[in-house]
């Protein structure tokens, strides 16, 4: 059971956190400050983070509710609200791995003055899994058997099952504790309706909700009764949302308005025009996100019938080795990372990409060999046999790939500059994008969304919550694969199906240790690489900018970005 | 007169109501899915439950008959309970926005002020602007002043917002850094300084807004005022020894307000509509902004109830501008 | 002053065999009038410059609109500034081969805005003109017979009330597959795009032609030809339409305008050509982030169109003062 002290080496770590945070010599009153202004280009609707799941209305509740325990920047458990996080070794996870004991801080109290207990841990649970609540995060609690109160500091998770990762209910930003006293009447079926409690609930985090303006703004104070002395810095935040990244870049780096700018999704010459405006510097952090092309391993030939298409295997051409191999070859990953995303992107060759203990290594991706690719497909018997330039399957058709994406300045970019080395290679490529509410809406009556995949290759970006990438490598077994059987539902959106995959996935969920875990996360990584799953092209970075004038912020990306916003100050 | 305005107000019910209908129908048919900004991470059965929570289990016309009484019964209701401060609506459901889970009918409250704060006055700015331009462009037809009065309007009509708007930016916002380059809707207007604020923050999307407002309208100004420049009813205004001031404003202008009376009566639900992507370059997060954030996100009730009032406000204006009609020229009867 | 014999459109003569016959065809009298206007042979002359330029200039100016130089050279070429640059700043990066400059990824700029002048200025022009006929013909029924006022107009409250972007998506959802087997991929979008632009933007044209309608049908000359016995179809054409017909071209001009921003809209939505496919609204579009560093990137596609618009509104401005039959002759 070694591994768990070594996966999260928790509480050390989070010691020297909080330590350091002191250590940089900012102190004094609460609010002393005044105003910090955030934005956001994508607008909060709804502050409780069960209702929604968008990354917008987590972060910005984030500010207000607040996890039993946090990832920091590094991707390690911290504890927040309790006193350490639970391993084996301290006797917080009991040896079999069915229980886990969190004991929460003594004299926590919630914004209004009454104190946090385990009663309020409990309830969050029972109001996330109630039915007819249509809770975002109920996957976090799918393995939760029963919750028990002991006492008022103390919480124990039961588990269904021996649980290798525990560390699901109740920390990161996507599963904060409610108030009980605020939320008991509104469990289930009556969610909505309690509008109030949704647009201002009552949290343990440094901030308190003064007004909602749905889809605008928010503006907060800070919470006199916060955990920590002379925390927050900030008597008060305006939290921005709407428009677009570029504009969210200039009122932070141009024109100085805003102090925090989230996620400026812009070409790096775009943000380097900017950051030249002064007023504020871009930071990039890197989490699991990866950009990659997606490859579909059926037929989506329009010809065939509803029920067919993209659903039938195999795809004419794209199942052959040489074929996806030399897709590969011909895209110059470095060229990609300048032209899309600077200093926020590195060159991918992984679908797993992070935490370091589970990146594979065994891949190079990075020069670009467009000889050896037409070399690799002419010897496969790909040839080019009428002279029109585009190369033949041996049964003569006529190899011609549709490549679609979502509309974004940046994939755009991507697809003219793809699709210039595939020609060059010997493919006709043609090009499709699609609004992003409609490429990424599961609509089953839509023949345009990305698990539709009515295309031969589609590129996006996707990524996990957390540390663990099980139920990320999950997204390759052979029964996710979206359907009409499933209302085309399903995560595995290229189709891959590999026996051995799904046998080497069976067996990381019943191993434990780390060491063995990231084993056999790295081979799984590598299979659905080599065997034609996806091309991955860039491990992207988060970029957000804040105002020269703010200290203390810390980007993190296995998080919210705003976790530690208690920590936030002025510079004089 | 009267007879056609009460045969026109019963027809507008039906017609409300099929538009209604058409619209709801329309949103049905367009693929589109509430939960499209809920992150890939969020796994389908989950995304399938929250669907599941908004109601979107039920059949359509169940659907489309409870938006209708939560319209027309349960939020009139509402609105008599702020009034009389009665509980008449005490625990019904009212429209509920699926982005937000909250009631419709409060947000498109919240979003009014600052839609005709910044569109509205764009209006009345570009109203004024235009009318003038327009009737001496015409008067003086191919001088200078036309001249260069067509190039301007005509720049600035075919120069899209999206790129005027952060045009003005960069100038006045970025380099000059006399006005903000983003409106703040929490700004409370109770004394002159606050005005001072609201009209600094106004003044950049204002000028975007009336820009293409003044260029569409001077043009249909002078058009219609040369049309009736040439009429016989002019010469004989003229040699009755009427002052020329009289003439053109008087008798042209009176006459030629037919067209623009229809593009103004176009323009004000316009105005409700608010401006979607100045608002969006502005962040002023009017009601152009939520109608088109509600349709991104897919959140139907929102759009169809915003789409609802849009429809009533044409219906209605669109009436008022017939009826002006008879009032301009009595020689237009509709009996 | 208006001669009762219709006018084919097949007798425009050429106005200088016309000069010498004593009668003269109304087709030949207009054009007479036209030719005399100045600023419609100036936009006559800038429109034709403009659709021969994006209509020839891609053969000759042969560089491809989407292709990128191999990886090298393209880091050597991108984001060069067009040569017009070495005037005020010796140090630009400038490529003769590139008159303009290229983009962020290298391409030509000179051959994407010719390239790119070509789908907007047809989709420009069709979708204007088909949302002009669906209007003039809503409007003129509407407002000249009593019969048809309601329904029509109720048709127009319902148009205008629709939601555009809802409307696209079903549009291409149902429509998009069926056009594409007809037309091919890009014959299917471009019809897909004129249609949903004009069907979404006649209601205006109709509302105010029906207003002027309106008001001119209780005209004395109405009256009178009316009282001859002139039948409803000739009325609206010889009396109505050429009365209608400034505010039909002020229409018409923004509807040109209307029309090329929005066909970049759809684009950007996914509903209108590929992404490589160059247009001036796309072009405009994507070089706003850049506007400060390549000024040139917003200002060539942005005075094109404008040029565009200012030239159709001058003909528009010619082509009514000649069919107005009380100036013309003065």
């Given at each position: 059971?070694?591994?768990?002290?070594?996966?999260?080496m928790?509480?050390?770590?989070?010691?020297?956190?909080?330590?350091?945070?002191?250590?940089?010599?900012?102190?004094?009153?609460?609010?002393?400050d005044?105003?910090?202004?955030?934005?956001?280009?994508?607008?909060?609707?709804?502050?409780?983070?069960?209702?929604?799941?968008?990354?917008?209305?987590?972060?910005?509740?984030?500010?207000?509710?607040?996890?039993?325990?946090?990832?920091?920047?590094?991707?390690?458990?911290v504890?927040?609200?309790?006193?350490?996080?639970?391993t084996?070794?301290?006797?917080?996870v009991?040896?079999?791995?069915?229980?886990?004991?969190?004991?929460?801080?003594?004299?926590?109290?919630?914004?209004?003055?009454?104190?946090?207990?385990?009663?309020d841990?409990k309830?969050?649970?029972?109001?996330?899994?109630?039915?007819?609540?249509?809770?975002?995060q109920?996957?976090?609690?799918?393995?939760?058997?029963?919750?028990?109160?002991?006492?008022a500091?103390?919480?124990?998770?039961?588990?269904?099952?021996?649980?290798?990762?525990?560390?699901?209910?109740?920390?990161?930003g996507?599963?904060?504790?409610?108030?009980?006293?605020?939320?008991?009447?509104?469990?289930?079926?009556?969610?909505?309706?309690c509008?109030?409690?949704?647009?201002?609930?009552i949290?343990?985090g440094?901030?308190?909700?003064t007004?909602?303006?749905?889809?605008?703004?928010?503006?907060?104070?800070?919470n006199?009764?916060?955990?920590?002395e002379?925390k927050?810095a900030?008597?008060?935040?305006?939290?921005?949302?709407?428009?677009?990244?570029?504009?969210?870049?200039?009122?932070?780096?141009?024109?100085?308005e805003?102090?925090?700018?989230?996620?400026?999704?812009?070409?790096?010459?775009v943000?380097?025009?900017?950051?030249?405006?002064?007023k504020g510097?871009?930071?990039?952090g890197?989490?699991?996100?990866?950009?990659?092309?997606?490859?579909n391993?059926?037929?989506?030939?329009?010809?065939?019938?509803?029920?067919e298409?993209s659903?039938?295997?195999?795809?004419?051409?794209?199942?052959?080795?040489?074929?996806?191999?030399?897709?590969?070859?011909?895209?110059d990953?470095?060229?990609?990372?300048?032209?899309?995303y600077?200093?926020?992107?590195?060159?991918?060759c992984?679908?797993?990409?992070?935490?370091?203990?589970?990146?594979?290594?065994?891949?190079?991706?990075?020069?670009?060999?467009?000889?050896?690719?037409?070399?690799?497909?002419?010897?496969?018997?790909?040839?080019?046999?009428?002279?029109?330039?585009?190369?033949?399957?041996?049964?003569?058709?006529p190899?011609?790939?549709?490549?679609?994406t979502?509309?974004?300045?940046?994939?755009?970019?991507?697809?003219?500059?793809?699709?210039?080395?595939w020609?060059?290679?010997?493919?006709k490529?043609?090009?499709?994008n699609?609004?992003?509410?409609?490429?990424?809406g599961?609509d089953p009556?839509?023949?345009?969304?990305?698990?539709?995949?009515?295309a031969?290759?589609?590129?996006?970006a996707?990524?996990?919550?957390?540390?663990?990438?099980q139920?990320?490598?999950?997204?390759?077994?052979?029964?996710?694969?979206?359907?009409?059987?499933?209302?085309?539902?399903?995560?595995n959106?290229?189709?891959?199906c590999?026996?051995?995959?799904?046998?080497?996935?069976?067996?990381?969920?019943?191993?434990a240790?780390i060491?063995?875990?990231?084993?056999?996360?790295?081979?799984?990584?590598?299979?659905?690489?080599?065997?034609?799953?996806?091309?991955p092209?860039?491990?992207?970075?988060?970029?957000?900018?804040?105002?020269?004038?703010?200290?203390?912020?810390?980007?993190?990306?296995?998080?919210?970005?705003?976790?530690?916003?208690?920590?936030?100050?002025?510079?004089? | 007169?009267?007879?056609?305005?009460?045969?026109?107000?019963?027809?507008?019910?039906?017609t409300?109501?099929?538009?209604?209908?058409?619209?709801?129908?329309l949103?049905?048919?367009?693929?589109g899915?509430?939960?499209?900004q809920?992150p890939?991470?969020?796994?389908p059965?989950v995304?399938q439950?929250?669907?599941?929570?908004?109601?979107?289990?039920?059949?359509?016309?169940?659907?489309?008959?409870?938006?209708?009484?939560?319209?027309?019964?349960?939020?009139?209701?509402?609105?008599?309970?702020?009034v009389?401060?009665?509980?008449?609506?005490?625990?019904?459901?009212?429209v509920?926005?699926?982005?937000?889970?909250s009631?419709?009918m409060?947000?498109?409250?919240?979003?009014m002020?600052?839609t005709?704060?910044?569109?509205?006055?764009?209006?009345?700015?570009?109203?004024i602007?235009?009318?003038?331009i327009?009737?001496?462009?015409?008067?003086?037809?191919?001088?200078?002043?036309d001249?260069?009065?067509t190039?301007?309007?005509?720049?600035?009509?075919?120069v899209?917002?999206?790129?005027?708007g952060?045009?003005?930016?960069?100038?006045?916002?970025?380099?000059?850094?006399?006005?903000?380059?983003?409106?703040?809707?929490?700004?409370?207007?109770d004394?002159?300084?606050?005005?001072?604020?609201?009209?600094?923050?106004?003044?950049?999307?204002?000028?975007v807004?009336?820009?293409?407002?003044?260029?569409?309208?001077?043009?249909?100004?002078?058009?219609?005022?040369?049309?009736?420049?040439?009429?016989?009813?002019v010469?004989?205004?003229?040699?009755?020894?009427?002052?020329?001031?009289?003439?053109?404003?008087?008798?042209?202008?009176?006459?030629?307000?037919?067209?623009?009376?229809?593009?103004?009566?176009?323009?004000?639900?316009?105005?409700?509509?608010?401006?979607?992507?100045?608002?969006?370059?502005?962040?002023?997060?009017?009601?152009?902004?939520?109608?088109?954030?509600?349709?991104?996100?897919?959140?139907?009730?929102m759009?169809?109830?915003?789409?609802?009032?849009f429809?009533?406000?044409?219906?209605?204006?669109?009436?008022?501008?017939?009826?002006?009609?008879?009032?301009?020229?009595?020689?237009?009867?509709?009996? | 002053?208006?001669?009762?014999?219709?006018?084919?459109?097949?007798?425009i003569?050429?106005?200088?065999?016309?000069?010498?016959?004593?009668?003269?065809?109304?087709?030949?009298?207009?054009?007479?009038?036209?030719?005399?206007?100045?600023g419609?042979?100036?936009?006559?002359?800038?429109?034709?410059?403009?659709?021969?330029?994006?209509?020839?200039?891609?053969?000759?100016?042969?560089?491809?609109?989407?292709?990128?130089?191999?990886?090298?050279?393209?880091?050597?070429?991108?984001?060069?500034?067009?040569i017009?640059?070495?005037?005020?700043?010796?140090?630009a990066?400038?490529?003769?081969?590139?008159?303009?400059?290229?983009?962020?990824?290298?391409?030509?700029?000179?051959?994407?805005?010719?390239?790119?002048?070509?789908v907007?200025?047809?989709?420009?022009?069709t979708?204007?003109?088909l949302?002009?006929?669906?209007?003039?013909?809503?409007?003129?029924?509407?407002?000249?017979?009593?019969?048809?006022d309601?329904?029509?107009?109720?048709l127009?409250?319902?148009?205008?009330?629709?939601?555009?972007?809802?409307?696209?998506?079903?549009?291409?959802?149902?429509?998009?597959?069926?056009?594409?087997a007809m037309?091919g991929?890009?014959?299917?979008?471009?019809?897909?795009?004129?249609c949903?632009?004009?069907?979404?933007?006649?209601?205006q044209?109709?509302?105010?032609?029906?207003?002027?309608?309106?008001?001119?049908?209780?005209?004395?000359?109405?009256?009178?030809?009316?009282?001859?016995?002139t039948?409803?179809?000739?009325?609206?054409?010889?009396?109505?339409l050429?009365?209608?017909?400034?505010?039909?071209?002020?229409?018409?001009?923004?509807?040109?305008?209307?029309?090329?921003?929005t066909?970049?809209?759809?684009?950007f939505?996914?509903?209108?050509?590929?992404?490589?496919?160059?247009?001036?609204?796309?072009?405009?579009?994507?070089?706003?982030?850049?506007?400060?560093?390549?000024p040139?990137?917003v200002?060539?596609?942005?005075?094109?169109?404008?040029?565009t618009?200012?030239?159709v509104?001058?003909?528009?401005?010619?082509?009514?003062?000649?069919?107005?039959?009380?100036?013309?002759g003065?």
């Amino acid at each position: 059971m070694k591994r768990l002290s070594s996966l999260l080496m928790v509480t050390a770590a989070a010691c020297a956190f909080t330590t350091s945070a002191y250590a940089d010599g900012h102190e004094g009153k609460r609010g002393r400050d005044g105003e910090v202004k955030i934005i956001y280009w994508q607008a909060p609707s709804i502050l409780n983070p069960f209702l929604s799941g968008g990354t917008k209305d987590v972060e910005s509740a984030s500010m207000i509710v607040e996890p039993l325990a946090r990832y920091n920047e590094k991707g390690e458990l911290v504890p927040w609200l309790v006193d350490s996080v639970p391993t084996v070794e301290n006797g917080g996870v009991s040896a079999d791995l069915t229980s886990i004991t969190w004991k929460i801080t003594e004299g926590i109290t919630w914004s209004d003055g009454t104190p946090l207990t385990s009663e309020d841990v409990k309830f969050t649970y029972e109001y996330c899994t109630a039915p007819e609540g249509g809770c975002a995060q109920v996957t976090k609690f799918g393995a939760v058997a029963s919750i028990d109160t002991p006492d008022a500091q103390t919480v124990v998770i039961n588990f269904k099952e021996p649980t290798p990762n525990p560390y699901g209910p109740f920390t990161g930003g996507e599963s904060p504790i409610l108030q009980k006293a605020q939320f008991q009447d509104c469990m289930g079926a009556k969610a909505p309706e309690c509008t109030e409690q949704n647009f201002a609930p009552i949290g343990t985090g440094p901030f308190v909700v003064t007004s909602f303006k749905p889809n605008d703004v928010i503006t907060m104070k800070a919470n006199e009764n916060y955990r920590v002395e002379g925390k927050p810095a900030f008597a008060s935040v305006t939290f921005k949302g709407g428009g677009d990244a570029a504009a969210a870049g200039r009122a932070v780096m141009e024109t100085g308005e805003f102090d925090y700018g989230w996620n400026l999704q812009l070409a790096p010459d775009v943000i380097a025009e900017m950051e030249k405006g002064g007023k504020g510097v871009p930071v990039a952090g890197f989490g699991p996100l990866v950009e990659r092309i997606m490859l579909n391993n059926t037929n989506p030939d329009p010809a065939l019938g509803p029920d067919e298409r993209s659903v039938i295997r195999p795809h004419p051409f794209l199942g052959n080795p040489a074929v996806y191999k030399a897709l590969s070859m011909a895209i110059d990953r470095p060229l990609l990372v300048e032209v899309g995303y600077g200093k926020a992107g590195k060159v991918g060759c992984n679908w797993v990409p992070a935490p370091e203990a589970f990146a594979s290594t065994s891949m190079k991706c990075d020069v670009q060999d467009l000889e050896g690719a037409k070399k690799l497909l002419e010897d496969a018997g790909f040839k080019d046999s009428d002279g029109d330039g585009v190369r033949e399957t041996p049964e003569g058709k006529p190899m011609n790939i549709l490549y679609q994406t979502s509309t974004n300045a940046v994939r755009q970019d991507f697809q003219a500059l793809i699709k210039q080395w595939w020609e060059e290679i010997g493919f006709k490529v043609e090009l499709r994008n699609l609004s992003g509410s409609v490429f990424f809406g599961g609509d089953p009556g839509s023949p345009d969304t990305f698990q539709k995949f009515y295309a031969d290759v589609e590129m996006y970006a996707n990524t996990f919550n957390g540390t663990d990438p099980q139920s990320y490598l999950g997204n390759g077994l052979c029964d996710k694969a979206p359907s009409p059987k499933t209302q085309w539902q399903g995560e595995n959106i290229s189709r891959f199906c590999m026996p051995e995959y799904d046998a080497l996935h069976a067996e990381l969920t019943k191993t434990a240790g780390i060491e063995k875990r990231a084993e056999i996360a790295k081979k799984l990584n590598d299979m659905i690489v080599q065997n034609g799953g996806m091309i991955p092209l860039v491990h992207r970075g988060r970029l957000s900018a804040h105002a020269n004038t703010v200290g203390g912020v810390v980007l993190n990306v296995w998080d919210s970005e705003l976790w530690n916003v208690a920590d936030w100050y002025r510079k004089k | 007169m009267l007879n056609y305005l009460i045969r026109r107000l019963a027809t507008s019910v039906p017609t409300l109501l099929f538009i209604g209908l058409i619209v709801f129908l329309l949103l049905e048919l367009a693929p589109g899915d509430p939960m499209a900004q809920v992150p890939l991470t969020v796994p389908p059965e989950v995304k399938q439950q929250m669907r599941e929570a908004l109601g979107l289990g039920e059949p359509v016309h169940i659907r489309f008959w409870k938006w209708l009484v939560q319209f027309f019964w349960i939020e009139p209701l509402n609105l008599v309970d702020y009034v009389f401060g009665t509980t008449f609506a005490e625990g019904q459901l009212r429209v509920i926005s699926w982005q937000t889970r909250s009631p419709v009918m409060e947000i498109v409250l919240q979003r009014m002020p600052q839609t005709l704060w910044v569109v509205g006055v764009a209006y009345l700015v570009g109203i004024i602007i235009a009318m003038p331009i327009g009737i001496y462009s015409a008067y003086r037809q191919y001088s200078m002043f036309d001249n260069v009065g067509t190039f301007v309007t005509m720049v600035g009509f075919s120069v899209p917002p999206f790129f005027s708007g952060v045009l003005v930016i960069v100038i006045f916002a970025v380099n000059l850094g006399w006005f903000p380059s983003i409106y703040d809707t929490t700004l409370v207007v109770d004394d002159w300084d606050s005005l001072k604020a609201q009209i600094n923050q106004m003044f950049l999307p204002v000028m975007v807004l009336a820009l293409q407002i003044t260029s569409q309208l001077s043009r249909f100004v002078r058009a219609s005022v040369l049309d009736n420049l040439n009429q016989d009813f002019v010469r004989t205004a003229r040699s009755k020894g009427l002052s020329e001031n009289v003439v053109l404003l008087v008798h042209v202008l009176r006459n030629s307000m037919i067209p623009v009376v229809t593009v103004i009566a176009l323009g004000i639900p316009a105005i409700f509509g608010g401006a979607i992507i100045t608002e969006q370059v502005f962040q002023v997060n009017g009601i152009g902004q939520l109608l088109i954030s509600a349709i991104e996100a897919n959140d139907l009730p929102m759009v169809q109830t915003l789409t609802f009032i849009f429809a009533v406000l044409i219906v209605l204006f669109n009436l008022i501008a017939d009826m002006l009609y008879g009032v301009l020229d009595p020689r237009i009867r509709y009996d | 002053m208006t001669d009762q014999s219709v006018s084919e459109p097949a007798t425009i003569v050429v106005p200088q065999d016309d000069m010498s016959r004593p009668a003269r065809s109304q087709w030949a009298d207009i054009w007479m009038q036209f030719k005399n206007h100045r600023g419609a042979m100036v936009g006559l002359v800038i429109f034709a410059i403009i659709v021969l330029g994006v209509a020839v200039g891609p053969f000759i100016w042969t560089s491809d609109p989407q292709a990128i130089p191999p990886v090298v050279e393209m880091i050597k070429q991108r984001d060069a500034r067009p040569i017009y640059t070495l005037l005020w700043d010796q140090g630009a990066k400038t490529n003769w081969a590139n008159p303009l400059g290229t983009d962020n990824l290298a391409r030509d700029n000179l051959a994407r805005l010719l390239f790119g002048g070509r789908v907007s200025i047809a989709v420009g022009l069709t979708a204007m003109i088909l949302a002009l006929v669906l209007g003039t013909f809503v409007g003129v029924l509407s407002g000249y017979f009593k019969s048809m006022d309601g329904p029509l107009m109720r048709l127009t409250d319902l148009f205008l009330a629709l939601p555009l972007l809802p409307m696209i998506l079903v549009a291409s959802l149902l429509f998009r597959e069926p056009l594409a087997a007809m037309f091919g991929v890009e014959g299917g979008v471009f019809t897909l795009i004129v249609c949903l632009i004009g069907i979404t933007s006649w209601m205006q044209t109709a509302r105010i032609v029906r207003g002027d309608v309106l008001a001119l049908k209780e005209r004395e000359f109405v009256l009178a030809a009316r009282s001859i016995g002139t039948p409803s179809r000739r009325i609206i054409t010889r009396h109505m339409l050429p009365n209608v017909l400034s505010p039909i071209m002020v229409s018409a001009t923004l509807g040109i305008a209307t029309a090329i921003i929005t066909e970049s809209a759809l684009s950007f939505l996914g509903f209108g050509f590929p992404p490589d496919f160059p247009t001036w609204g796309r072009l405009l579009n994507d070089s706003v982030n850049r506007m400060v560093s390549y000024p040139e990137r917003v200002i060539w596609p942005g005075l094109l169109i404008s040029l565009t618009v200012l030239s159709v509104n001058y003909i528009g401005d010619g082509l009514r003062d000649a069919l107005d039959p009380r100036i013309r002759g003065r």
